[in-house]
T-cell receptor
Framework: GAGVSQSPRYKVAKRGQDVALRCDPI?????LFWYQQALGQGPEFLTY????????KSGLPSDRFFAERPEGSVSTLKIQRTQQEDSAVYLC?????????????FGEGSRLTVL | QKEVEQNSGPLSVPEGAIASLNCTYS??????FFWYRQYSGKSPELIMS????GDKEDGRFTAQLNKASQYVSLLIRDSQPSDSATYLC????????????FGRGTQLTVWP
């Protein structure tokens, strides 16, 4: 596709449920990032992939958060046993990498609400 | 001190005026700087990147970088109501360029 595609756009989960958020990056973009954005705040880095390799997961807030990109294209962010503090917009971004790596193209986000 | 600091605003300017958005950063070793625009309910969109001291112009937008003062700004000339959005300053964390620290953003309103 022409842009980064994320699904679902909206997800409501009961506390304790597992959720999976999907990201389909721009074709040819080797770098993929997940960010979390709380209301009124800037995005916060979660994790980074270069192709299928997860090179940085230092931003994941707990071991309940897990991300994968098994074939170097589509990525999934999974949150186990969701808590209310997990409510946020989860943004996926991709970039060409190299010197343009900081020029991120964001998807529309997945808004997670945990009740 | 936070890694990236912005005045949260809101900043309100009349149509046709110059809007000036400011950002300071704490890592003196930072080499690249980005401005993203985020409309309400939408995702961030890159509007400017700047990598060296001085000014970089792109249409009505000018980014200004002063590494000695650890300061980067964004000027929007001839502001339009369609420029009303939150503007996010971002700086890479460490050596991974796409791993960005974002400021909280400055909310800009351009009134007709």
């Amino acid at each position: 596709g022409a842009g980064v595609s994320q699904s679902p756009r909206y997800k409501v989960a009961k506390r304790g449920q597992d959720v999976a958020l999907r990201c389909d990056p721009i074709s040819g973009h080797v770098s993929l990032f997940w960010y979390q954005q709380a209301l009124g705040q800037g995005p916060e880095f979660l994790t980074y992939f270069q192709n299928e390799a997860q090179l940085d997961k230092s931003g994941l807030p707990s071991d309940r958060f897990f991300a994968e990109r098994p074939e170097g294209s589509v990525s999934t962010l999974k949150i186990q046993r969701t808590q209310q503090e997990d409510s946020a917009v989860y943004l996926c971004a991709s970039s060409l990498g190299g010197t343009a790596a900081g020029e991120l193209f964001f998807g529309e986000g997945s808004r997670l609400t945990v009740l | 001190q936070k890694e990236v600091e912005q005045n949260s605003g809101p900043l309100s300017v009349p149509e046709g005026a110059i809007a000036s958005l400011n950002c300071t950063y704490s890592d003196r070793g930072s080499q690249s700087f980005f401005w993203y625009r985020q409309y309400s309910g939408k995702s961030p969109e890159l509007i400017m990147s700047i990598y060296s001291n001085g000014d970089k112009e792109d249409g009505r937008f000018t980014a200004q970088l002063n590494k000695a003062s650890q300061y980067v700004s964004l000027l929007i000339r001839d502001s339009q109501p369609s420029d009303s959005a939150t503007y996010l300053c971002a700086v890479p964390r460490g050596s991974t360029l796409g791993r960005l620290y974002f400021g909280r953003g400055t909310q800009l309103t351009v009134w007709p």
